[in-house]
């Protein structure tokens, strides 16, 4: 991935806009995002900045690529008005992007607001790590890489996103999870807090980026003095609290559930490496539920993405991602109970939706139901996340719990 840190103020920002200005924020949603200064959450929250601050966003575009010269004229000829009417685009992206929209858009008023250093990875431990540097930055290659503190404070640069992320730290409360005490963030998810500590809870369709969804009901807990199994994506933690992640009963269910979601998708969902995780650690290799799925069309219509419902489990993290990230809703969920589906459109093919291919439907996607056409073909039952670096709760581990 590409290592940018943002490079201006919020103060220096505003130097650079007029109270007239009718603003675009343009953002991608790959690399920059995972070094913390872009993506649709970040967009929100400049958006909200500079509205407090009196000034005009008309719009919020969020790119897959914004270094991808034609889609940048994809979405100029998409959307003609809207860019006669711009007066200044600020780029949440890294400075190739900046230079790839500037050349799109010459007559408009273009804000670059990162550096970008070169090449690395990301650890779940360590986050964005720079390990090539490009040649202009003078950074000597060096084994251990360099963090992004390393380069805010030997750049002079800014920390983070903007005021975005100050946040202050969260009192901590000491909860009781199978038997014994765990010390928690008070109020917070209690999966994503179950998870930070480490323990192996399934959940398909939870990522804390988009939020509860609620709908595999792999991560149900017992807690003490509520009725029945709740799901722990879906609850947030208490004073007190005493839960139950792994007893026989527990087990079962979350077993039932699986062969269900096998049953229901065919054999094979089974090259999903999350399900293919979980089937291993409950020793599932028979189905006691019938394989009832129709074979359905695979949806090669658009020049980007590729959609094979016989992969989706309707975990819902797609249309999620969809209305949440990218702004757009092109899939939503259609029919109700053992009928319900995801569409695209209104049930039409991708390729006559809106879709602005922000990728975001198949970055959250557990199953490969929706990937990459330049990539779907070199894939085989591996999300394509682990093809290329991606971080946070995008690798295996994490996924799976
Ligand atoms: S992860 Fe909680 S219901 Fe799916």
């Not at 959307?79 to 890294?94: H, R």
């Not at 009725?227 to 269910?253: A, H, W």
């Not at 959250?364 to 330049?374: F, G, L, M």
Request: some cysteine; proline content about 4%.
């Amino acid at each position: 991935m590409i290592i940018s840190v943002r490079s201006l103020s919020y103060d220096e920002l505003k130097r650079n806009l007029s109270r007239d200005d009718k603003i675009v924020l343009w953002s991608c949603d790959t690399c920059v995002k995972h070094c913390g200064i872009a993506g649709m959450d970040k967009m929100t929250a400049l958006e909200d900045m500079l509205k407090e601050d009196g000034y005009t966003v008309i719009k919020k575009e969020l790119i897959s690529e914004s270094c991808q010269v034609n889609l940048a004229k994809k979405h100029k000829a998409a959307q003609e008005d809207l860019f006669n009417e711009a007066t200044a685009i600020i780029t949440l992206t890294c400075e190739l992007g900046y230079q790839c929209v500037r050349n799109v858009f010459p007559k408009i008023k273009v804000i670059g607001t990162a550096k970008t250093f070169g090449s690395g990875n990301f650890s779940n431990k360590k986050g964005p790590i720079l390990t090539s540097p490009l040649p202009n930055t003078g950074l000597e290659l060096n084994p251990e890489g360099y963090s992004l503190k390393n380069l805010v404070e030997t750049f002079d640069l800014q920390q983070g996103f903007f005021d975005f992320d100050k946040v202050p730290n969260p009192e901590k409360i000491t909860i009781t999870v199978d038997g014994k005490p765990l010390n928690v963030k008070k109020d917070a998810n209690l999966l994503d807090e179950l998870l930070a500590n480490r323990m192996k809870i399934p959940h398909l369709c939870y990522d804390s980026s988009l939020g509860a969804i609620g709908a595999c009901r792999m991560c149900l807990v017992k807690i003490e003095g509520k009725r029945g199994l709740v799901p722990s994506c879906c609850t947030q933690i208490e004073e007190g609290m005493v839960v139950t992640t792994e007893d026989e009963e527990i087990e079962k269910l979350r077993k039932s559930i699986l062969q269900m979601i096998v049953a229901e998708c065919g054999e094979e969902i089974q090259q999903s490496r999350d399900i293919r995780f979980w089937l291993r650690r409950y020793k599932i290799t028979e189905n006691r539920f019938k394989l009832s799925k129709q074979e359905e069309a695979v949806d090669d219509s658009d020049e980007v993405l590729i959609r094979d419902p016989n992969r989706c489990i309707l975990c819902g993290r797609c249309v999620s991602a969809c209305a949440k990230l990218s702004g757009q809703k092109v899939i939503n969920f259609a029919n109700r109970g053992s009928n319900t589906v995801t569409i695209t459109g209104l049930n039409d093919n991708f390729a006559n939706t809106d879709c602005a291919h922000c990728l975001a439907c198949a970055h959250y996607c557990p199953t490969n139901a929706i990937t990459p056409k330049a990539i779907s073909k070199k894939i085989s039952g591996y999300p394509f996340w682990t093809l290329i670096t991606y971080p946070k709760k995008m690798t295996r581990s994490t996924r799976a719990g």
